[in-house]
Nanobody, 124 residues
């Protein structure tokens, strides 16, 4: 059974940091790209970042460039999203998702598996 389990969300003040984790099981981690998405209340789900676990290449959406860092630990089948300089507009439920291959095609409709999400709230 495929599982993606997010953890690390919570409440933080603006300017603070959080590190999200995505623990994967049930598929060959090294053959998949892992992406992070977020969905704020009343808004569509949007992409945040992606890592191709096969070669470590990464991709970031403009809204988080320079503040967030994605990484993966293939030995632990886990991906991470380090979020620094958090802003109130980063408040959302954060989801990790996996797709076979690389981040070359990245978007909510391109992913094969999804986690259930972890909430992040940034207070001003």
């Amino acid at each position: 059974e495929v599982q993606l389990v997010e953890s690390g969300g919570g409440l933080v003040q603006a300017g603070g940091s959080l590190r999200l984790s995505c623990a994967a099981s049930g598929f060959t981690f090294d053959d998949y790209a892992i992406g992070w998405f977020r969905q704020a209340p009343g808004k569509q789900r949007e992409g945040v970042s992606c890592v191709s676990t096969s070669d470590g290449s990464t991709y970031y959406f403009d809204s988080v460039k320079g503040r967030f860092t994605i990484s993966s630990d293939n030995a632990k089948n886990t991906a991470y999203l380090q979020m620094n300089s958090l802003k109130p507009e980063d408040t959302a439920v954060y989801y990790c998702a996996a797709r076979a291959g690389s981040c070359s095609t990245f978007g909510p409709y391109a992913m094969d598996y999804w986690g259930k999400g972890t909430p992040v709230t940034v207070s001003s």
